[in-house]
């Protein structure tokens, strides 16, 4: 559903395209910046997302597959298109110190076969694994503004809040799993506590866990810096992030190994959901905060 939103609006944005190559481009800026102002981020997320895609993928240094350039192109003129570039700073520091924090280690990992597939490039399955739920918050905040203004008040400030409790979570994830299976001294099962090898599904580590909520710090922080979130809404990022990935361990460890589908993907997008949830319950039963 998501995906066939998303091609509509692109599509949408393309239509729009090929009417200004057929003429209406002779009313000039003005037109773009003045009658089309609501299409105006569209167009800028279009331009900034095609150059830093291509530059990206013509970089001899890869951090994602062919198709996963494509679907991050289709994601971050989304975000661009709905949140503008706040939304898109937020996913772009995730993007880059998740992908940073995949390569720790990764010598040692791969030896120990627990290092991420493709040597940690990312795929279509990775992108919307990890930014699914952060894009629907995000289509939200545009659905509310184009028909229904007078809710703009109570809803955008929550999607805002579990936009970026989204991407702390899984910032939170990817930091403590990558952490902790490169520095982890001695890991345990999360629901029995006893000792297991690195890298086992639903492992927890104390490196893992400081390095986990360092991540979800930095996340809220560039929420906050660009005016998503408040002081407020960090420390429920920093909580929801926190339990969330603790729940996602829990998952791992009972019930991953039992279904096939439940594929790290899958679990990805369960986890990132769950910090949104937790995030805006949290916000609407303490409004003070």
């Given at each position: 559903?998501?995906?066939?939103?998303?091609?509509?609006?692109?599509?949408?944005?393309?239509?729009?395209?090929?009417?200004?190559g057929?003429?209406?481009?002779?009313?000039?800026?003005p037109?773009?910046?003045?009658?089309?102002?609501?299409?105006?981020p569209?167009?800028?997320?279009?331009?900034?997302?095609?150059?830093?895609i291509?530059?990206a993928?013509?970089?001899?240094k890869?951090?994602?597959?062919?198709?996963?350039?494509?679907?991050?192109?289709?994601?971050?003129?989304?975000l661009?298109?709905?949140l503008?570039?706040?939304?898109y700073?937020?996913?772009?520091?995730?993007?880059?110190?998740?992908?940073g924090?995949?390569?720790?280690?990764?010598?040692?990992?791969?030896?120990?076969?627990?290092?991420?597939?493709?040597?940690?490039?990312?795929?279509?399955?990775?992108?919307?694994?990890?930014?699914?739920?952060?894009?629907?918050?995000?289509?939200?905040?545009?659905?509310?503004?184009?028909?229904?203004?007078?809710?703009?008040?109570?809803w955008?400030?929550?999607?805002?809040?579990g936009?970026?409790?989204?991407?702390?979570?899984?910032?939170?994830?990817?930091?403590?799993?990558?952490?902790?299976?490169?520095?982890?001294q001695?890991?345990?099962l999360?629901t029995?506590?006893?000792?297991?090898?690195?890298g086992?599904?639903?492992?927890?580590?104390?490196?893992?866990?400081?390095?986990?909520?360092?991540?979800?710090?930095?996340?809220?922080?560039?929420?906050?810096?660009?005016?998503?979130?408040?002081?407020g809404?960090?420390?429920?990022?920093?909580?929801?992030?926190?339990?969330a990935?603790?729940?996602?361990?829990?998952?791992?460890?009972?019930?991953?190994?039992?279904?096939?589908?439940?594929?790290?993907?899958?679990?990805?997008?369960?986890?990132?959901?769950?910090?949104?949830?937790?995030?805006?319950?949290?916000?609407?039963?303490?409004?003070?905060?």
């Open positions: 559903m998501v995906m066939g939103i998303a091609m509509y609006l692109v599509g949408h944005l393309v239509g729009h395209l090929v009417e200004i057929g003429g209406t481009i002779a009313l000039g800026l037109w773009v910046l003045g009658s089309s102002l609501a299409l105006s569209w167009l800028v997320g279009l331009a900034v997302n095609t150059t830093l291509a530059g993928f013509l970089s001899p890869k951090l994602l597959t062919p198709l996963g350039y494509l679907h991050a192109w289709i994601l971050g003129v989304l661009w298109g709905t503008d570039w706040r939304g700073g937020v996913v772009m520091f995730y993007f880059l110190v998740g992908s924090v995949t390569r720790i280690g990764m010598a040692q990992k791969e030896a120990a076969g627990i290092a991420e597939k493709r040597s940690g490039l990312r795929g279509p399955e990775n992108v919307w694994g990890s930014a699914l739920t952060g894009t629907v918050c995000a289509l939200g905040v545009w659905a509310i503004d184009q028909g229904f203004p007078h809710q703009a008040a109570v955008i400030p929550l999607l805002h809040l936009y970026v409790a989204s991407f702390a979570t899984k910032l939170s994830d990817t930091t403590a799993s990558e952490v902790g299976k490169a520095y982890g001695r890991t345990f999360i029995t506590l006893q000792p297991v090898p690195r086992t599904e639903g492992a927890v580590s104390l490196e893992g866990t400081l390095a986990g909520v360092g991540g979800s710090l930095a996340l809220g922080l560039v929420g906050w810096a660009v005016g998503l979130i408040g002081p809404g960090l420390a429920i990022c920093l909580g929801a992030a926190f339990v990935t603790n729940l996602e361990s829990v998952i791992g460890a009972t019930l991953q190994s039992r279904w096939e589908w439940l594929t790290n993907e899958v679990v990805n997008g369960i986890n990132t959901t769950l910090g949104a949830a937790i995030a805006m319950g949290l916000a609407i039963l303490f409004p003070t905060l």
